[in-house]
């Protein structure tokens, strides 16, 4: 789908869309609507049942008389003075849905000249466009038979404000933000029988065009390491296992990167520790922490983000097998540390304790954010609204909490405690990986994280498990992959841009 800003002038074609305030008061362009149509948008409203005018409401006037578009919509907006760039970016992605569903394949939304609104035209263009655009994206490169009610339509959208450049500069880094975003979506959609370590780590090298250096680590390499951890979850698989860094200089200044880690387990049975059979399909998205650690990547070069920035993917597939690690057995850890595998399945933290150490060894970073999803006991906790922070600092933590209003990429702060470290002390080795008792089990991941984490670097994990795919979608989110994480990352990395 196409977005364009332009100067408002009536459509001759398509669907017209224009706004309806809190309590059916009319916007201006919908007021000049209503004088075309010799009064059909009031008598519209009147006769529209429950139609109020409240956000994401949509009222259609199909081949409306008096205009030459074939269709008029009103869309609602609530009250203007509450107006948000977020509550805008619903109301895009609402109305796309609505108009994509009527088969119509362009559209004009004249929602500008909003008198009480306390943003700016330029804003509210870019904040409709951002909503339309994240709602437009699908997944159909596998349906090779679709019904004509089900292929997508809306293809172009006009937006009317005043002054269309500065629209257009506005949504332009946030239009880049939203290509990584679809890329961490088309990632964590794929599934595992084409996205495995070697083709996911092939993916990130075609990055290399959009000026990221992309360095892949071999197996070979990763064992010269010494990640034996990660690589201990990859044994049990055919695919071999890689790690991925992908770094963007959009600054000239040395100095210590921002270093974003992933875990990109790209199937996860559970290895021997085997997961049951149902729902074991989800696991095509263990890579969401990977997905939207490379998202974010193509979003800061996309943008030219003035940052410097190091992406770092772990990238395995967790099978069962004849070479698979044991419960029970002890794998050495790149920091040194041995780590007692009590149950496989918890492989994340596995493969994030080399990724973490081996950013810190290699890059030196300012601080670390990793994404992960971690662990099932994350969603019993928060649920599929809200992903799961645990920071080791303040100022950390209120950035991430600042990129999560403005984004609306929801973050809920979880605790890390020493209380619940000796949880996972082992019986034979340094550390286990997993607790007694499912009691708390995204706090005892992040704990165990935090073992590889020096205390000095600070140090973000989100725990992404239930925020990752969702099977009811959003107004800006379709059903799927949700690409969480990019928009979070651009924006903490954008409030330390000079
Ligand atoms: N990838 C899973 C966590 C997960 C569960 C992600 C559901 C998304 C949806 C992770 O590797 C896992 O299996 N965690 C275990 C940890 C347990 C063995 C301590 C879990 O949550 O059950
Ligand atoms: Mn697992
Ligand atoms: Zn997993």
Redesign the pocket.
């Known amino acids: 789908m196409e977005v364009k800003f332009i100067e408002p002038s009536v459509p001759s074609r398509g669907v017209w869309v224009v706004g309806a305030l809190a309590d059916k008061a009319l916007t201006p362009a919908a007021k000049d609507a209503d004088r075309m149509t010799g009064g059909a948008v009031t008598r519209a409203l009147a006769a529209a049942g429950r139609f109020t005018g409240a956000r994401e409401e949509v009222l259609h006037l199909p081949a409306p008389g008096g205009l030459e578009v074939s269709r008029l919509v009103v869309v609602g907006l609530g009250d203007p003075a509450k107006l948000t760039a977020a509550a805008l970016e619903r109301i895009g992605g609402s109305l796309f849905a609505a108009i994509d569903a009527t088969g119509a394949t362009a559209a004009s939304l004249h929602l500008d000249g909003l008198s009480a609104c306390p943003l700016d035209d330029a804003t509210v263009a870019a904040a409709l466009a951002t909503g339309l655009r994240l709602r437009s994206y699908r997944f159909d490169k596998y349906k090779t038979r679709q019904k004509p009610d089900q292929a997508p339509a809306l293809a172009a959208v006009d937006i009317a404000t005043t002054s269309p450049s500065r629209a257009r500069a506005a949504f332009e880094p946030t239009d880049r933000v939203i290509d990584g975003v679809f890329l961490a979506r088309d990632l964590v959609s794929e599934p595992a029988n084409t996205l495995y370590p070697v083709s996911f780590a092939e993916r990130c090298l075609t990055l290399a065009d959009s000026g990221l250096d992309v360095q892949v680590l071999s197996e070979g390499q990763l064992a010269e390491l010494g990640m034996g951890a990660l690589l201990g979850v990859g044994q049990g698989s055919a695919r071999e296992s890689r790690v991925v860094a992908l770094t963007w200089r959009g600054i000239e200044e040395e100095g210590p990167p921002i270093c974003l880690v992933g875990k990109g387990?790209t199937f996860?049975t559970?290895g021997i520790?085997i997961?049951p059979a149902a729902g074991m399909e989800?696991?095509k998205?263990?890579m969401g922490g990977a997905a939207a650690v490379v998202g974010t990547m193509l979003a800061l070069a996309g943008r030219k983000a003035r940052a410097h920035v190091v992406g770092l993917i772990g990238l395995v597939e967790?099978m069962p097998g004849g070479n698979a690690q044991r419960p029970g057995d002890v794998v050495t850890s790149m920091s040194g540390q041995t780590i007692e595998v009590i149950?496989t399945?918890?492989?994340?933290r596995l493969v994030l304790a080399d990724v973490l150490w081996h950013a810190q060894q290699a890059y030196k970073p300012r601080l670390i954010v990793d994404l992960a999803?971690?662990?099932?006991?994350v969603?019993v906790a928060l649920g599929q609204e809200y992903a799961g922070v645990y920071a080791t600092e303040e100022e950390l933590a209120d950035r991430l909490a600042a990129a999560s209003k403005a984004t609306g990429e929801k973050l809920w702060r979880m605790p890390l405690d020493d209380a619940f470290d000796k949880e996972i002390d082992s019986l034979i080795a340094d550390v286990k990986?997993?607790?007694a008792n499912?009691w708390g089990?995204s706090i005892?991941?992040a704990q165990f994280l935090k073992r590889f984490v020096d205390a000095a670097v600070p140090w973000a994990h989100i725990d992404i498990?239930?925020v990752?795919w969702t099977t009811k979608g959003g107004p800006t989110t379709p059903k799927g992959g949700v690409g969480f994480g990019v928009r979070l990352l651009d924006r903490l990395v954008a409030s330390y841009e000079g």
């Open positions: 387990v996860d559970g520790s997961k989800d696991m998205w263990d967790n149950n399945d918890a492989e994340g999803t971690l662990t099932g006991a969603i990986n997993v607790a499912r089990g005892i991941g498990a239930g990752t």
